[in-house]
């Protein structure tokens, strides 16, 4: 029963929670960004490089034999995991900057209130020079 209690405090904490919505989230932004590069960029690198189709770009090692398929080296899937990777890494770039930006003009805009001891000083101040 003791392990069972020490699981439920370490599943409950607050990390493991946001790690868990973290992970379900950048799924779900993996597929965006995926379709994004297969549906968005690489058409458009593919009409730039005439007509040229990465995915389908392979090193054929050993032709197929009658039932045996072919063995290949299919770099041009390699390709795309490269272009998919760099778009997600500046997208989440971007994204981190965005919210970084905010969070210091949310910083400077609001200075914090002075703590106690801070009015107290200044109110002696202001006693002092009257």
Request: aromatic share 8%.
């Amino acid at each position: 029963m003791k392990i069972l209690q020490e699981f439920k405090e370490f599943a409950m904490r607050g990390n493991v929670v946001d790690l868990a919505v973290g992970v379900v989230i950048g799924g779900a932004f993996g597929k965006i960004v995926s379709s994004a590069v297969g549906d968005l960029v690489m058409p458009i690198l593919g009409v730039l490089t005439g007509g040229a189709n990465f995915s389908d770009l392979k090193l054929v090692l050993r032709p197929a034999v009658a039932q045996v398929p072919a063995v290949t080296l299919n770099y041009g899937a390699f390709i795309q995991a490269c272009f998919d990777f760099l778009i997600i890494a500046f997208a989440i770039f971007a994204m981190i900057k965005t919210i970084n930006t905010i969070k210091k003009a949310e910083a400077a805009a609001a200075p914090p209130p002075p703590s106690a001891q801070e009015v107290l000083l200044m109110e002696i101040r202001d006693l002092l020079r009257k």
